[in-house]
């Protein structure tokens, strides 16, 4: 009997995955057995994400043998640690579908030996675009960290705060969530946070 999970990743702002679960619930096969595995927990604090470790041990002792997921940003939305991922699990035989990313689903029935080739084509094109991504990303903290030279008031926020700042907004925080967790250093060694103000202000300003 193939074995298969559907991993539904909600954070707790979000409404009851019930409507994810029926969308998971068509990719499924009937001769799979599946069970259901849901976890509260942004897909970026990966130190927390205790099921989801659970699950990848699971994959790593071939127990698992598919994994479905809504769409691919339930695993992870940095492209760099997703690509990853999808090697970890080709790695240990384990393939992962996803409702939102049904194109995918052609390329599980390429066959041998194609299916490796064009694997591992996407697998890089991933990888690009993961590359890409930062590129644009660190231009993108240069150009407003030029631009808040010269400027009078309290002193510019160091690149590598926007950089932080930027970072908890792609991993799904919200605003305050981001707030409470950046901070800096004022003179004298006064710690402050990033006010709600200039999270807005640096995510605006590095929007694409």
């Known amino acids: 009997m193939t074995t298969a999970i559907i991993y539904l990743r909600t954070s707790t702002e979000e409404q009851n995955p019930q409507n994810q679960l029926q969308d998971c619930k068509e990719l499924i096969k009937d001769n799979w057995k599946h069970e259901v595995i849901e976890e509260k927990q942004s897909a970026f604090k990966d130190k927390d994400r205790v099921v989801f470790e659970l699950i990848k041990t699971r994959i790593k002792s071939r127990e698992i043998e598919h994994l479905i997921v809504w769409d691919w940003d339930r695993l992870f939305r940095n492209r760099k640690l997703l690509k990853e991922f999808f090697e970890f699990c080709k790695f240990h035989d384990c393939k992962i579908h ?30 690009w675009i993961a590359e890409d991504e930062s590129q644009k990303k660190s231009e993108r903290v240069k150009i407003a960290y030029k631009n808040r030279k010269g400027k009078w008031g309290r002193k510019p926020l160091s690149d590598n705060v926007i950089q932080e700042v930027l970072d908890c907004h792609n991993k799904g925080m919200d605003l305050r969530s981001i707030s409470e967790s950046v901070f800096y250093w004022e003179k004298h060694r006064n710690k402050r946070s990033v006010s709600l103000g200039a999270v807005h202000k640096i995510i605006k300003e590095n929007a694409n």
Do not use: T
Request: proline share 7%.
């Open 98 to 127: 996803s409702f939102r990313q049904k194109w995918f689903e052609d390329f599980h029935n390429i066959p041998k030996p194609f299916d490796e080739i064009i694997s591992e084509l996407v697998l890089n094109l991933m990888g």
